[in-house]
């Protein structure tokens, strides 16, 4: 889509259904219930054995900087240095309960998630504030840094989690707590306040949240004030700066494209800096193009947008290579061992491509969203629930595993909360139409124009591409219905009521229209071939040259040595190699997976040389290739997803 197509395409407002309005089964259900069953709870103990309760309990004295840390984790430190931002990982611990016991109720840990919220309403000011690393940690000193000290990020997350422990468990306390907080940043931030915004970006989003569950537009008010403030000069951080005493402009990162805040939002053009940030403000960018109806913003975005997705992003669907700044660097610069897709960094991608969708059906974000989704999101969850990576590469010598746990915390509840919130991933809604982004089993109960609808889908999606959705509403209602032909799929077959539907004359945008009267038990189904493909990366990707990938439907695949005869890195993948997909009920959970015949550079008659003037042998092997997102669930050993090959 060009900029111009983007300015003139037409707006209908699509807002993602509440978590509980979707019961999520097959294979996104088996791992909520990992997070119901298991990851939750986790969360929640490493919190406490972090010490994070004492920082927020005003009853507790005051914490030393660091204290002791009793887990068996994967870093050699055995202190935890108290963490500014504490309250963001509470928060999302919180969000990730409340999605948790509205799938399976657990009296323990809802009691557990009561007492925190107690003691934030305690910990609490009189005027609202709310912050325990400035008033247990630095008292005195609240709103003098916002670049570096993620204030405004951990009320963000506080706000997630209050509005979700809101829609799942029907109480208010925290929800009330955060609304007074909010009122007080109104007060600092908003009209004729001080000029602000984060340095770490998530407030934004989270007042769009706050404010359609409230109905309090003072909230969306804020949230479009911060965003437009970004980058404007004169630069409230330098200002920032020099009340603190601190030269302008000299930070860690030296530069403000680190928390891109370099220029104006509608004139970047560029996705640079801290992947996290990056994510988390085009997604609240998004939110508030599609609230206001902003082209300037809807445009400045598919710039970016169009950026990512052609020079910086991973066929996997991580993004930010580099582990010294967390995020960008050069175009075309993929690394695939020293990846550092950051599973936070994927989290965010599926946040803005689901709040682009929010402007309409597009299957140019919900594509992104699923690769992101299946891929290099939860890779970052261990199947069982209980360990995790922080970074996802796409190859490892044998050496890349799960932790228990890290210093810096972000990515568990992160992928944790997702996971367990993907119902209101799966659909949109607007006043006149239902959008049905992503296929798998599962109902959604809506309500469309004022009318009760539910669409019940039936799927082995994403091992199979058959997918049936049946339609339950108590009258005759007229609605559209769009349904995402997702772009790896090279052919379809669309049929209402077992009549075909003629998807050229259909489909607008990657989306099958069906615009009708729906009748009570009427049904919908849709055919998505998937075909093992195989996928080149730019010749300017020097990582990739020579190389080549394995996709089947929405998954990308990868050797694992456990699977293979030889090392994945010996391995070359013929032009003429052919794959039979098979699934296996009793690997990974149940999981299809592709095997064939290669090719491996035999290294019996080298005697002992490290040089020679002949090439090695080729032998034929057998080869059997797993979903990414599994991988580093059973014994250890090398991985790839870039395979050598014609």
Same mark, same amino acid.
């Given at each position: 889509?060009?900029?111009?197509?983007?300015?003139?395409?037409?707006?209908?407002?699509?807002?993602?259904?509440?978590?509980?309005? /979707?019961?999520?089964?097959?294979?996104?259900?088996?791992?909520?219930?990992?997070?119901?069953?298991?990851?939750?709870?986790?969360?929640?103990?490493?919190?406490?054995?972090?010490?994070?309760?004492?920082?927020?309990?005003?009853?507790?004295?005051?914490?030393?900087?660091?204290?002791?840390?009793?887990?068996?984790?994967?870093?050699?430190?055995?202190?935890?240095?108290?963490?500014?931002?504490?309250?963001?990982?509470?928060?999302?611990?919180?969000?990730? *309960?409340?999605?948790?016991?509205?799938?399976?109720?657990?009296?323990?840990?809802?009691?557990?998630?009561?007492? /925190?919220?107690?003691?934030?309403?305690?910990?609490?000011?009189?005027? #609202?504030?709310?912050?325990?690393?400035?008033?247990?940690?630095?008292?005195?000193?609240?709103?003098?840094?916002?670049? +570096? =000290?993620?204030?405004?990020?951990?009320?963000?997350?506080?706000?997630?989690?209050?509005?979700?422990?809101?829609?799942?468990?029907?109480?208010?306390?925290?929800?009330?707590?955060?609304?007074?907080?909010?009122?007080?940043?109104?007060? /600092?931030?908003?009209?004729?306040?001080?000029?602000?915004?984060?340095?770490?970006?998530?407030?934004?989003?989270?007042?769009?949240?706050?404010?359609?569950?409230?109905?309090?537009?003072?909230?969306?008010?804020?949230?479009?004030?911060?965003?437009?403030?970004?980058?404007?000069?004169?630069?409230?951080?330098?200002?920032?700066?020099?009340?603190?005493?601190?030269?302008?402009?000299?930070?860690?990162?030296?530069?403000?494209?680190?928390?891109?805040?370099?220029?104006p939002v509608r004139d970047q053009d560029k996705v640079v800096g801290h992947a996290v940030r990056a994510m988390y403000l085009y997604s609240g960018m998004a939110d508030i193009a599609t609230e206001y109806g902003d082209d300037s913003l809807r445009v400045a975005l598919?710039?970016?947008?169009?950026?990512?997705?052609?020079?910086?992003?991973?066929?996997?669907?991580?993004?930010?290579?580099?582990?010294?700044?967390?995020?960008?660097?050069? +175009?075309?610069?993929?690394?695939?061992?020293?990846?550092?897709?950051?599973?936070?960094?994927?989290?965010?991608?599926?946040?803005?491509?689901?709040?682009?969708?929010?402007?309409?059906?597009?299957?140019?974000?919900?594509?992104?969203?699923?690769?992101?989704?299946?891929?290099?999101?939860?890779?970052?969850?261990?199947?069982?629930?209980?360990?995790?990576?922080?970074?996802?590469?796409?190859?490892?010598?044998?050496?890349?595993?799960?932790?228990?746990?890290?210093? =810096?915390?972000?990515?568990?509840?992160?992928?944790?909360?997702?996971?367990?919130?993907?119902?209101?991933?799966?659909?949109?809604?607007?006043?006149?139409?239902?959008?049905?982004?992503?296929?798998?089993?599962?109902?959604?109960?809506?309500?469309?124009? #004022?009318?009760?609808?539910?669409?019940?889908?039936?799927?082995?999606?994403?091992?199979?591409?058959?997918?049936?959705?049946? /339609?339950?509403?108590?009258?005759?209602?007229?609605?559209?219905?769009?349904?995402?032909?997702?772009?790896?799929?090279?052919?379809?077959?669309?049929?209402?009521?077992?009549?075909?539907?003629?998807?050229?004359?259909?489909?607008?945008?990657?989306?099958?229209?069906?615009?009708?009267?729906?009748?009570?038990?009427?049904?919908?189904?849709?055919?998505?071939?998937?075909?093992?493909?195989?996928?080149?990366?730019?010749?300017?990707?020097?990582? +990739?040259?020579?190389?080549?990938?394995?996709?089947?439907?929405?998954?990308?695949?990868?050797?694992?040595?456990?699977?293979?005869?030889?090392?994945?890195?010996?391995?070359?993948?013929?032009?003429? *190699?052919?794959?039979?997909?098979?699934?296996?009920?009793?690997?990974?959970?149940?999981?299809?997976?592709?095997?064939?015949?290669?090719?491996?550079?035999?290294?019996?008659?080298?005697?002992?040389?490290?040089?020679?003037?002949?090439?090695?042998?080729?032998?034929?092997?057998?080869?059997?290739?797993?979903?990414?997102?599994?991988?580093?669930?059973?014994?250890? #050993?090398?991985?790839?997803?870039?395979?050598?090959?014609?």
């Amino acid at each position: 889509m060009t900029q111009a197509d983007a300015a003139a395409a037409p707006r209908a407002r699509f807002r993602p259904p509440a978590v509980p309005d /979707v019961e999520v089964r097959g294979f996104w259900g088996a791992r909520i219930d990992a997070v119901a069953s298991r990851t939750a709870d986790i969360l929640y103990q490493r919190c406490v054995e972090a010490g994070m309760l004492e920082q927020i309990d005003p009853d507790r004295p005051v914490p030393a900087q660091s204290i002791p840390f009793h887990l068996d984790h994967d870093f050699t430190a055995s202190t935890v240095t108290t963490q500014m931002f504490w309250d963001s990982d509470l928060g999302k611990t919180i969000e990730t *309960a409340a999605y948790s016991l509205y799938r399976r109720p657990n009296p323990a840990l809802e009691a557990k998630v009561d007492a /925190v919220i107690d003691m934030y309403a305690r910990l609490q000011q009189p005027d #609202g504030y709310l912050s325990s690393w400035y008033q247990r940690m630095q008292p005195g000193r609240r709103w003098t840094n916002l670049r +570096d =000290c993620h204030e405004l990020y951990c009320a963000g997350h506080l706000i997630e989690g209050a509005v979700a422990y809101y829609q799942a468990t029907g109480k208010r306390k925290l929800l009330d707590v955060m609304c007074r907080y909010v009122d007080h940043i109104i007060s /600092v931030f908003g009209p004729g306040g001080q000029e602000g915004y984060c340095g770490h970006e998530e407030i934004e989003l989270a007042l769009v949240k706050l404010a359609r569950v409230t109905g309090d537009e003072r909230y969306m008010a804020l949230a479009k004030t911060f965003i437009d403030r970004r980058g404007q000069e004169p630069h409230y951080f330098d200002g920032e700066a020099r009340a603190r005493g601190d030269e302008p402009k000299t930070f860690h990162f030296k530069t403000y494209e680190y928390n891109q805040s370099h220029e104006p939002v509608r004139d970047q053009d560029k996705v640079v800096g801290h992947a996290v940030r990056a994510m988390y403000l085009y997604s609240g960018m998004a939110d508030i193009a599609t609230e206001y109806g902003d082209d300037s913003l809807r445009v400045a975005l598919d710039r970016l947008w169009d950026d990512l997705h052609s020079k910086r992003l991973y066929v996997t669907g991580g993004l930010g290579p580099s582990a010294d700044n967390e995020g960008f660097t050069a +175009d075309y610069d993929l690394p695939n061992e020293s990846a550092y897709a950051e599973t936070c960094a994927a989290v965010g991608l599926a946040f803005w491509a689901s709040r682009m969708l929010g402007m309409g059906p597009n299957a140019r974000y919900a594509d992104s969203m699923e690769l992101a989704l299946y891929n290099g999101a939860i890779s970052g969850l261990s199947l069982d629930g209980a360990t995790f990576f922080y970074e996802n590469p796409l190859e490892s010598r044998g050496d890349h595993h799960r932790w228990t746990w890290h210093r =810096c915390p972000c990515c568990p509840p992160n992928i944790a909360r997702l996971t367990a919130s993907i119902g209101s991933y799966i659909y949109g809604v607007a006043d006149d139409a239902v959008a049905v982004h992503l296929y798998g089993d599962s109902t959604a109960r809506l309500e469309v124009g #004022g009318h009760p609808v539910r669409l019940t889908q039936a799927s082995r999606y994403p091992w199979d591409g058959a997918v049936r959705i049946e /339609v339950t509403v108590e009258a005759p209602t007229r609605f559209t219905l769009h349904l995402r032909i997702p772009g790896w799929c090279p052919q379809a077959r669309l049929a209402v009521n077992g009549g075909a539907v003629d998807l050229a004359a259909a489909t607008r945008n990657g989306y099958a229209t069906i615009e009708r009267d729906w009748q009570n038990g009427d049904s919908v189904t849709l055919d998505l071939a998937m075909p093992v493909q195989r996928l080149y990366a730019n010749p300017q990707v020097r990582q +990739d040259a020579g190389r080549v990938a394995l996709r089947r439907g929405p998954l990308i695949y990868c050797l694992e040595a456990v699977d293979n005869p030889v090392p994945p890195s010996r391995i070359r993948l013929p032009r003429q *190699a052919r794959f039979e997909a098979r699934f296996e009920p009793d690997l990974l959970g149940g999981a299809t997976v592709l095997a064939g015949e290669a090719e491996a550079e035999a290294v019996q008659d080298w005697d002992g040389a490290l040089y020679r003037s002949e090439p090695p042998a080729a032998e034929p092997v057998p080869i059997r290739a797993v979903p990414y997102f599994a991988w580093d669930n059973r014994e250890p #050993g090398e991985m790839q997803v870039w395979l050598r090959g014609g």
